[in-house]
């Protein structure tokens, strides 16, 4: 036995922890499922104790950046702030940098004989929606808000961390630690979203993890809780596509619509026609959801006809052939329908995300690990979801990718509820407690520990 694991013992023995039999483990990357046998248990309760000793930072950090969100690639301050955070954990590998970067932190295991290398990922932008809330750590800045948890996922991510530096004698490996910036949008001008940037900023790469983990919050499921997609199934989370719809007219005097042309009619009755896209070309068996959000006129008031109308909306579909279809026929039937009516129109289309399929075996080992963790009876199965998640491109590099749900809500009391991306969205500050200590547990299990 060396000194580290006789003083980790040491400290967990004063602290009244009963000490469960050491085992000496099989690496993790690449290896077989992970069972009670080969899992080193002094390493779950050593989390398990962490996760709840930081609870209270977790739950502080968490609001903080609730109360100051920014916007996808917009997110100085909050990179700054989690850079300070890290060193101030005593973290020495802290990067931060221009576009895309976000923070990379990297801790190495001191435990002899584990060479892999894994990565947890957590995103970091808020979105353009005014909080309606009245909590004491609501948003503080008009039509900005954390509304998809992303705060949750940084701060937790924050603290395990803490607790993977603190115990970093206690196990072997490397682990990067990626807070992303720009997960719910493209960047403007390099039409890219955070992941593809960080991808592009070799921010995964020298060295180059074998797998890297993912959460989101869900509402949906109780805080105590989380959700992993079947095994094998292929798109668990939708390909996003957003495009932008332009039908133009001449605008004129709304008294005499005649000698102008109008082109909102036209306009709403092309939002109407793509639903039958949906409803009668799409096979019912590959689910496809086509939503138009934003319908802005151009140039007209309530006695004036507008000159134009643009529209912008979002394409959710799981096969990349019948999207490209899809985005065919949208084309074709938009410009029917505005010459049909002495209008024209334009079609643009961009891809936020492909759909996100889990790594068969990491998201086995994944699973059966988190059990060991949070209780058999914690770990559900998470259904299929038309959300998109840009996580998805780290499986196009070669990663393996492990995403899973993880329970914010209180469903049996009515509360924590509101929906991902409205403006009463919150977590239960119980969801936290537990959620470090799962990440750096997942991590260092894959690792072989
Ligand atoms: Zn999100």
Redesign the pocket.
Known sequence: MNNSRRKAIKRLTLAGIAMPALSLLPTRVGGENPSPSNTNEMLKTLFLERSKAVFPETKNNREYLHRHPELSHEEHDTVRWLADKLRSYGLTEVQTGELGVGVLAIIQGKKPGKSGVVALRA?IDALKIDEASNVPYCSEINDKMHA???DYHSSCLLSAAKILHDTRSEWGGVIKLLFQRG??AAHPVLKKNGAVLALEHGLLADPKPTAIFGQ?VSPELPFGTVGFFRTGEIGSMAACDTFWLTVSGTGGHGARPHRGIDPVPVAAQIVLALQTIVSRRTDPNSPCVLSVGEFITVGGSANVLAKKVNMRGTLRTFDPEFKTRILKEIKTMIEAIAAANHTTASFDSLQNTIALTNDPALNDRTRAAAKLFLGEENVQEAERRTGG?DFCYYATAGLATCFWRIGTGDPKNGQYTSD?HTDTFDVHPESMRLAPGLLAWLAVCELGN
């Open positions: 995103d998809c948890g992303h997960e719910e989101h998640e991902l």
